[in-house]
């Protein structure tokens, strides 16, 4: 065994603020009981990866501190050197909205990184794209398996005598009918898939398929001044499903000739607007995979791009840390607004934020929502919050944005990518193949043994932070070329190489009839 691999083998653990009473455990598989580490403290029982030890005794009730804050109370006394697992740990009440400090510590702006640059798909909107792709959206739930022929068709057909498009969507959904259209909260999903058929990766050609009877009228979904766009499957002039496909495939032709023509320019980094999102987090996921999306997000803003950062139940335990760095009074109420907009969403279906952690994250050693959220919005970085979006709007703004969304994978990644994101970068601690057929997904790891596990699912490994191997700021810069990389399409993430896609998935918070 050469010195390395001995060093590696040492019991490790990482303590991430000086006031913390717990640390979690690096090695692999975890350790057993009587394990000593460098600081002197020797384990009493076996502690799994990415689990808590106390590092000193902790008495009934006093708190629990990770990150420098409580993430809930001993429910017995805890020994150092205890297994510091879910059922000791009593959650504390979520933050209280009315109390919270507005705009009381915003980050001074960061100094401006020039001369980044991506090859990007330039818009006449002046929006930039990082893939071609012809979008085809659809009204209702009744067209998909229309769509899904015609779209076979066309990519067997059609989709090789345009070699610069790099595929056909169809942008299809259970919305549409048997929906309370005009409930207040049907903005929603109307306005998600209204801005979806805008997102730059689709060049701003704009296609519908409708059916004709439903409550969603395709013409919703068309933007003023485009005419032409719509394909009525319950048109009188349609003779049968053959004549039908053959119009979806004569407008999608026409399409594709203007896709066509577009090519990669070099643009500047600023044209980026980047999502960021986590899915089966561990609690290496605020340690690792995080801070180095967090780094890599100032770098983003400091080059002039939109990033923005959502999931409400996974930030909602550490708004009173977001409200602070809102660049004014109207940021930081909007904050506040979906919170407690999402706060009367879960109470509506009797759940709240607790819902979140999945048996999953449990497993991965993140005790609660408080652990869980306090690991989350480590990758929004140490920038000014400068705008927030309620689900589904698009981004107007440039900077670190709040969008508010569902903590759901698919339902996040839907609204981001209405919000106009052009590629996601995705941190996970359990794994998951998730993938957006409409933009790039860069998957990071939080720890390297799954990175290596996954050797072909995941793109970045942020678990050499834990090792020691990188330092944040290193694996930081090196996930931001790799973003620079995937925007321009010199480099292919994994879901993109498999061709693994997840389903568009609405937010529809309104009833349904
Ligand atoms: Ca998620």
């Not at 504390?92 to 980044?116: C, R, W």
């Not at 999945?358 to 480590?378: Q, R, Y």
């Amino acid at each position: 065994m050469d010195q390395d691999v001995a060093a590696k083998e040492q019991p490790r653990y990482i303590k991430l603020n000086e006031r913390d009473n717990v640390a979690i455990v690096v090695n692999d598989f975890g350790l057993p009981a009587g394990s000593r580490f460098a600081s002197g403290l020797t384990l009493r029982a076996f502690v799994p990866q990415g689990h808590k030890t106390a590092l000193v005794d902790i008495a009934l009730d006093q708190p629990i501190v990770r990150y420098g804050e409580v993430i809930g109370y001993a429910l017995s006394p805890i020994l150092a050197g205890e297994w510091v697992d879910e059922a000791r740990i009593r959650m504390p009440d979520a933050p209280d909205l009315d109390k919270l400090e507005i705009s009381t510590a915003v980050p001074a702006p960061l100094p401006p990184l020039e001369g980044f640059t991506f090859e990007g798909y330039r818009n006449p909107d002046g929006s930039v794209g990082t893939k071609n792709i012809l979008g085809i959206s659809s009204s209702v739930q009744c067209v998909k398996g229309t769509m899904e022929y015609a779209v076979k068709r066309i990519r067997a057909e059609l989709l090789p005598k345009y070699p610069n498009v790099d595929d056909v969507v169809p942008l299809t959904h259970a919305y549409g009918c048997g929906v309370a259209i005009t409930a207040p909260d049907a903005v929603v999903p109307i306005r998600t898939l209204q801005n979806i058929a805008l997102n730059p990766n689709f060049g701003g050609e704009i296609l519908v398929v409708g059916l004709g009877c439903e409550k969603l009228a395709p013409e919703r979904l068309v933007p003023e001044g485009v005419s032409d766009a719509i394909v009525r499957m319950q048109d009188e002039a349609f003779d049968g499903f053959g004549a039908i496909v053959d119009a979806i495939m004569t407008q999608a032709e026409a399409r594709l000739k203007i896709l066509n023509k577009r090519t990669r320019e070099t643009c500047p980094a600023s044209d980026l607007v980047i999502g960021l999102q986590c899915g089966g987090s561990d609690a290496f996921s605020g340690v690792t995979a995080n801070p180095a999306v967090g780094f890599a997000a100032d770098l983003l803003v400091r080059a002039g791009a939109t990033v923005m950062f959502s999931e409400v139940t996974e930030v909602r335990d550490a708004i009173q840390l977001l409200t602070r760095r809102a660049i004014n009074e109207d940021v930081g109420r909007a904050l506040v607004r979906e919170m407690a907009w999402y706060d009367s969403y879960l109470a509506r279906g009797g759940a709240d934020r607790s819902a979140n952690t999945t048996p999953g994250n449990k497993k991965g050693g993140l005790a609660n929502i408080v652990e869980k959220s306090l690991g989350s919005i480590v990758k929004s970085g140490s920038s000014a919050i400068t705008d927030v979006l309620s689900p589904g709007e698009k981004a107007t703004q440039k900077g670190m944005l709040f969008a508010a969304t569902p903590a759901s994978d698919f339902i996040c990644g839907t609204l981001q990518l209405a919000s106009g994101m052009t590629l996601q970068v995705f941190t996970t601690g359990r794994g998951t193949p998730y993938g957006l057929a409409a933009a790039p997904v860069i998957k990071v790891a939080t720890r390297t043994e799954l990175a290596r596990r996954w050797k072909d699912l995941i793109d970045f490994d942020a678990g050499s932070i834990a090792t020691g191997e990188k330092t944040i700021e290193e694996a930081g810069w090196d996930l931001f070329r790799l973003i620079l990389d995937v925007a321009s399409g010199r480099t292919k993430p994994w879901s993109d190489r498999w061709g693994i896609h997840n389903d568009l998935t609405l937010f529809n918070p309104a009833p349904v009839t």
